[in-house]
């Protein structure tokens, strides 16, 4: 599907900056020569609709032999949102998934009422020098599914929706946008678009969802006559028609947001739970490490060692 963004309300021109309800400038955390900047949850906000975390990780270089070991460890209550731009993770999970993700593919785990999973760079990725870049999410479930099965879902690049317009490309990689569905199972309305503009192209971000927001990735992008770098996130106010401009070296952005959920969403750690008694509950069950006999088990492949639970 196409659209005209000439045509489309809410140009750069047409809206002021107070259409920005929240700029955030995330933390970033060096995890030895790898960094990693959380945008969400904020001081000021929690959640965009239903994402309630954001992670970019990298970009980052790694010699032959080295790479990421994220060991097991739990998570409650949401569904990680795996993309990449560069490198590979190999996921493996207490469920029996065994699968590596590489650049353009969506990783889908939704955790339910609990599921273990590790993330390291392959075999292959450790094979020879090598870069990791991408971009990690949660999203908070409905309380009606906090305590489903948990499950995952891979899919291909080439399954993803997209979408191209006057020098504009958007990948669909969950929800809904512009018409499109993406093929994977959500809970709640959602869109999740990698989109990538050459310089001075429009983008009007979707338009029919409570919550719309973005993160600038590469280059930058002009609302209203102000520019925003990359590593920023904007968190638009409700109901207003937003387009934004690729600065002169053009953008890569996330656009991200849905429907908001019917309360706000305990974090601790790893868990997300719409009361405390649930995180608590998960925190004496991983506390306990009754592997497969309790709430949670280790993946078959990788039990070796896991992240123990935080003091």
């Known amino acids: 599907m196409s659209w005209n963004p000439a045509l489309t309300p809410g140009c750069p021109d047409d809206i002021g900056v107070d ?34 975390f954001f992670d970019q990780a ?17 998570h409650i209550g949401l569904g990680t949102v795996t993309y990449l731009y560069q490198g590979d993770f190999h996921h493996r999970d207490s469920i029996g998934t065994d699968q590596i993700i590489r650049p353009g593919a969506l990783n889908w785990m939704v955790a339910g009422k609990g599921v273990t999973h590790s993330e390291r760079t392959s075999s292959e990725g450790r094979s020879g020098p090598h870069s990791l870049y991408g971009i990690q999410t949660w999203i908070a479930l409905p309380d009606e599914q906090e305590d489903m099965e948990p499950s995952f879902e891979h899919h291909a690049k080439t399954d993803l929706p997209e979408i191209e317009s006057d020098g504009v490309k958007a990948r669909l990689i969950l929800g809904s946008a512009y018409g499109e569905t993406a093929p994977a199972t959500i809970y709640s309305e959602t869109f999740y678009l990698d989109v990538t503009l050459i310089a001075g192209a429009r983008f009007p971000l979707p338009d029919d969802h409570e919550d719309c927001g973005l993160y600038v990735t590469q280059g930058s992008v002009s609302i209203a006559g102000q ?46 739970a719409s009361s405390r008694e649930k995180i608590e509950a998960a925190k004496e069950e991983w506390r306990a490490s009754r592997w497969g006999e309790g709430l949670f088990d280790l993946p078959a492949d990788d039990r070796d060692e896991f992240i123990p639970l935080p003091d």
């Open 19 to 52: 259409a920005i309800e929240t700029l955030i400038i995330p933390r970033a955390r060096d995890l030895g020569g790898f960094e990693v900047k959380r945008a969400l949850p904020a001081p000021k906000r929690q959640m965009v609709g239903p994402f309630i």
């Open 58 to 74: 990298g970009p980052a270089e790694f010699l032959t032999g080295q790479g990421i070991d994220v060991r097991p460890h739990p």
């Open 227 to 272: 520019d925003f770098a990359a590593g920023q996130m904007m968190v638009f106010r409700p109901g207003d028609k937003i387009t934004v401009a690729a600065g002169s070296q053009g953008a890569r952005l996330i656009a991200l947001g849905g429907a908001t959920l019917n309360g706000p969403r305990h974090v601790w750690w790893n868990f997300v």
